[in-house]
Nanobody, 122 residues
Framework: VQLQASGGGLVQAGGSLRLSCAAS????????MGWFRQAPGKERELVAA????????YYADSVKGRFTISRDNAKSTVYLQIHSLKPEDTAVYYC????????????????WGQGTLVTVSS
């Protein structure tokens, strides 16, 4: 599956963004999906994940209540809605596809998008 992330940009603290990840290739609906982020000098971390149907989600503690992951299998797209952005949310955000839901380590994800940069100014 090929993944294309978009929607990043420069936002003031307290603002909102919606990231999108469009998939093509192998059947999108079969794949649990995740959004990772990587800030300069830091490891890539999983911030949100969603199972194939959208019925189960996972959020890192640092983003609970501010981030919402969703998917539209008819459009082969997964979204990450971000509210109340903070400067510490500044990072490159990646979407990725895993073979099973619930995995948090990047090495368990088989396919990756190219990343989209989110910069939050204070």
């Amino acid at each position: 599956v090929q993944l294309q992330a978009s929607g990043g940009g420069l936002v003031q603290a307290g603002g909102s963004l919606r990231l999108s990840c469009a998939a093509s290739g192998r059947t999108f609906s079969r794949w649990p999906m995740g959004w990772f982020r990587q800030a300069p000098g830091k490891e890539r971390e999983l911030v949100a994940a969603i199972n194939w149907s959208g019925g189960s989600t996972y959020y890192a503690d640092s983003v609970k209540g501010r981030f919402t992951i969703s998917r539209d299998n008819a459009k082969s797209t997964v979204y990450l809605q971000i509210h109340s952005l903070k400067p510490e949310d500044t990072a490159v955000y990646y979407c990725a596809a895993a073979s099973r839901f619930g995995v948090v380590v990047a090495t368990e994800y088989s396919y990756w998008g190219q990343g989209t940069l989110v910069t939050v100014s204070s």
